[in-house]
């Protein structure tokens, strides 16, 4: 491939970034902005996973969540002294700010103060890393092709613990795939959304997809998948993501109330993990997720060692694990995954990147499981396994209570299984 053909196509995958899923999997459905004291009362999340009772235990403390976005405005009321020193994949300036607001709202959602009555993140005892991207498609930023990718490897060579990819694109690079690869032989553990194209195309979105990432799904208050939420063997697990305030624009002068996107969904499934590895700092990654599946929110019939392909493991409850002891961290080593040894060289705490799949090879998936898009020049084989249906779960997120409606198609064993 030239190096001009390169080029080309990495402005494709900038372009599919920007523009497929309400770009970045964020702001999708605004609503008016919101009087700043209105905020936390909208997070309606916080109440039902019963915060006060976490916070109790622990609030995020000795985490640090890197947010691979479009920077982080680290002067806002709720991020004053939660934002580190990140770093500009763009190559523009060496700054971390934010042009969009994409970014600064998902580093809110995860370590937000509340201060002055901004968001109120779910583990507001993390510190944010920020590295910037410019998959916003912004004209005043350089136009890195490999900015995701430099971005990725960045936060892997870090202090971070967790690695928040609130965006998606539908192809895929080498460098991608390496770069994740690379920041799962850190021991990193990587959150993406699965993408906002649930009720259009369905395509399978990365880096979401890939066997090292975590894919979440969007939820309502109800428990309910949204229908812009992607649907498929990706999803490995769904956290609250309709009716999300965040900031409205790069102006930071007002919140708007009802947002929704995979994006706010994957902050808050990172912000859950950042509590859970604060209760257990000694835990692997591999047994921070293992928890996070054991005890998200699920119908009583559902069979043990299935997922859904609307929900994957269920719906994100921190409050489950810490404040009732449910999920069990198992083997330090088994990636929950792919139920396989990822133990690093050296007893490190990271899963052993899976080996590239036979380029060609096709890749067995239900009926309601996403296809890769790739182009010729990138055609690798993409995720696969069996998932079911299964689109609404309704649940109090913090409390021993949960109803289930099954919208359709049974469960199936999803050993994940994904070749990148």
């Not at 708007?256 to 912000?271: E, F, P, V």
Request: charged letters at 20%; aromatic letters at 6%; one cysteine or more.
């Amino acid at each position: 491939m030239t190096a001009g053909t390169t080029r080309r196509l990495r402005r494709r995958v900038t372009c599919a970034v920007a523009l497929v899923g309400a770009w970045a999997i964020g702001f999708v459905g605004l609503a008016p902005a919101a009087a700043a004291e209105d905020i936390r009362a909208r997070q309606w999340y916080l109440d039902a996973m019963h915060v006060d009772k976490i916070w109790q235990k622990t609030r995020g403390e000795g985490i640090k969540v890197a947010v691979v976005d479009t920077g982080v405005n680290a002067s806002t009321p709720a991020l004053r002294g939660q934002v580190l020193k990140g770093v500009d994949a763009t190559k523009t300036d060496g700054k971390t700010d934010d042009n969009s607001g994409h970014g600064t709202t998902m580093a809110e959602l995860i370590a937000g103060t509340g201060r002055a009555g901004g968001i109120q993140g779910l583990a507001p005892g993390v510190k944010i890393i920020p590295f910037r991207t410019n998959i916003s498609g912004s004209d005043e930023l350089k136009k890195n092709p490999w900015d995701m990718e430099d971005a990725i490897r960045a936060a892997a060579d870090s202090d971070a613990q967790i690695i928040n990819m609130s965006f998606a694109t539908p192809y895929k690079t080498d460098r991608l795939i390496e770069a994740v690869k690379y920041a799962h032989s850190k021991g990193k553990l990587m959150f993406a959304g699965v993408g906002n194209e649930g009720d259009g195309d369905n395509v399978r979105r990365f880096p979401a997809a890939f066997p090292e990432v975590v894919g979440v799904a969007a939820t309502d208050s109800e428990g309910t998948v949204g229908d812009f939420s992607q649907h498929g063997d990706s999803v490995d697990i769904a956290a609250p993501g309709e009716g999300i305030p965040g900031w409205c624009n790069a102006k930071f002068d007002g919140y708007c109330i009802n947002q929704q996107g995979t994006s706010h969904a994957t902050a808050i499934a990172s912000a859950t993990a950042a509590l859970i590895w604060s209760y257990h700092p000694d835990w692997t990654a591999n047994q921070v997720l293992r928890v996070m599946f054991e005890s998200a929110g699920r119908s009583e019939g559902w069979k043990p060692g299935t997922t859904s392909s609307y929900l994957g493991h269920g719906i994100v409850r921190p409050g489950a694990h810490i404040n009732r002891g449910l999920g069990k961290p198992g083997d330090p080593n088994i990636n929950p995954l792919t139920n396989e040894n990822s133990a690093a060289p050296g007893g490190g705490s990271s899963a052993t990147p899976a080996a590239p799949a036979t380029p060609g090879a096709s890749a067995p998936a239900s009926s309601q499981a996403p296809q890769d898009q790739t182009t010729p020049a990138q055609a690798v084989t993409g995720s696969s396994g069996v998932t079911g249906g299964g689109s609404s779960l309704g649940l109090v997120l913090g409390g021993a209570a949960v109803v289930v409606v099954v919208a359709g198609g049974a469960f199936y064993f999803a050993r994940k299984r994904r070749t990148a």
